[in-house]
């Protein structure tokens, strides 16, 4: 799976650590590139963009809490990000929601959960059904704003 990563300078760290852990997907990187003080919203709307114009599979988009970060990437049409602050909500953000950005707060959650929420998140499916009829509300309600 092709996936786009983005992190503020509070997200950096966790950033490579999922990048080195899930060696058998590729990431585009739109940074932060070190741990000096940046501002999430850029980072979110490369990771939104890339996601929304079908360049990417899936994002992950890391801040300090993931508020920050999940509310700017939501900002981008056609992005549904869910932060997940453990195993069930990152399952049934796809499940149910079809999520199509995972946000993460690297000083919420510690790292071993962090991977744990992620494996779970790539490896989930959208069941569909009824829950089609609801992300296309969502969609809607998108599209008459
Ligand atoms: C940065 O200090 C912090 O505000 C940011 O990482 C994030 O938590 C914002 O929601």
Known sequence: MKIAIGADHAGF???NLIKD??????FVDVGTHSEDSCDYPDFAQ?????VAAGRADAGIVICGTGIGISISANKVKGIRAALCTNEFMAEMSRRHNNANVLALG????????????????????????????????????????
Do not use: C
């Not at 852990?21 to 590729?26: A, L, M, R, V």
């Not at 490369?46 to 890339?50: A, D, F, K, R, Y």
């Open 13 to 15: 760290r966790l950033k």
């Open 21 to 26: 852990h899930f060696k058998e997907h590729s």
């Open 106 to 145: 690297a000083r919420v959650i510690g790292d071993d959960l962090a991977l744990r929420i992620v494996k779970v998140w790539l490896n989930t499916g959208f069941d569909g059904g009824r829950h089609e009829r609801r992300v296309e509300k969502i969609t809607k309600i998108e599209l008459s704003h």
């Open 46 to 50: 490369l990771v939104g963009e890339e």
